[in-house]
């Protein structure tokens, strides 16, 4: 059976990788990590004839990328027309310090997502994408809180896009400097950047003496 | 006169932010701001009619935006043919946590710019066009390393694009919710995301006593 699961990661031209093809990762579960990884990814669209590239949060499930605008927004748009996108997730790992300025570069871990996405249209499912969504961007978040009700489900457009077309490229590597280049008074190596979250910090009405709930206080990244 | 830096940051339609306006911003230094602050850009170009979306390392310099490829990659081919492009750079300040999940949200800074590349095809242009793409991902590795050969700059594609066309959103604000939802046993806050530089890791053969040169040492992000 040909499902997606078991369907290879890259079926068309446009999703091979071409440059560095040594970086390129072909398993699902590399898709997924890159995935999973993120909390914001990069919509790229196409209106009036040119390319448009928008940040946006999103979720995952299974093999089926979850997104949301509000009902008039241009992406929704794009995603009731089914029209082509490209979904794209970045981290920036370190900077690459070689000897030679032209081999500097970065160890990232990236995946591009290719294909033609749709709207959901039934409450229910759109409750189910926010719910995802939720639990990508702030886990724990939909059983603490209040959920969406369905006035506020009516108002949201609530996207959907799958993984069936995608690549993902990782450069996880030193510096790689070549023949006259490697002098051993020039230092190379790696900054590796990190990213974390900080102190939570609550809004002006919270009572003094109301903890930060654990699944935020607990969150690591 | 009618120069880039007088004239309005989002002259046309696609560039006019749409949706939560009150998060845009107009100015010039906004503009520079959130691009100077980033690593990688995300770059937006159409390919076989569909839209594809590739992370980027980038530099400015005044009015122009800086990037490089290896020359027969699509992104060079991309800019030798003029065609449309956007290059957009994001970064994650804070996520918001609303008492619904309905309002919750990132606080983010993004700089979306529109416009058509060109190739810089002089020696002597690349040749700054790599100061300028160095110095913005590795400041003051240009004076420390070994600068780039005629071979090396002969293989790279250096591409520019004016910053003509451009928009900036910023979200710093608490969550914000809405009349009901107004509770005073649920949290609501923000937990803020950071980026900063770890030990710098020196490459294999670098010798034990060489030091971290100072601008890598002394980096702050």
Not at 40 to 68: K, Q
Not at 180 to 187: P, V
């Amino acid at each position: 059976m040909n499902t997606i699961e078991n369907s290879p990661l890259s079926p068309t031209a446009r999703s091979t990788v071409r440059r560095y093809n040594d970086r390129a990762a072909s398993s699902r579960q590399a898709l997924y990590d890159v995935l999973d990884a993120g909390l914001v990814c990069h919509l790229g669209f196409i209106a009036d004839g040119g390319p448009v590239v928008l940040p946006s949060v999103y979720g995952r499930e299974g093999n089926t990328l979850y997104m949301h605008a509000s009902g008039a927004a241009r992406s929704a748009r794009i995603f009731a027309e089914e029209a082509p996108v490209c979904v794209t997730v970045t981290h920036l790992d370190a900077i690459v310090y070689a000897r030679s300025v032209y081999h500097n570069s970065v160890n990232y871990r990236s995946a591009v997502v290719h294909g033609t996405g749709r709207l959901l249209r039934d409450e229910q499912d759109k409750r189910h994408g926010m719910w995802v969504l939720a639990e990508h961007l702030a886990p724990g978040a939909w059983n603490y809180g209040h959920e969406p009700d369905r006035k506020e489900l009516a108002r949201v457009a609530v996207m959907i896009l799958d993984l069936t077309e995608a690549s993902v490229k990782v450069r996880n590597a030193p510096p790689i400097d070549h023949g006259d280049d490697i002098d051993l008074n020039t230092w190379a190596g790696l900054l590796p950047v990190h990213t974390h979250f900080g102190t939570p910090q609550p809004e002006g009405r919270v009572p003094d003496g109301l903890p930060v709930p654990e699944h935020i206080r607990k969150r690591q990244m």
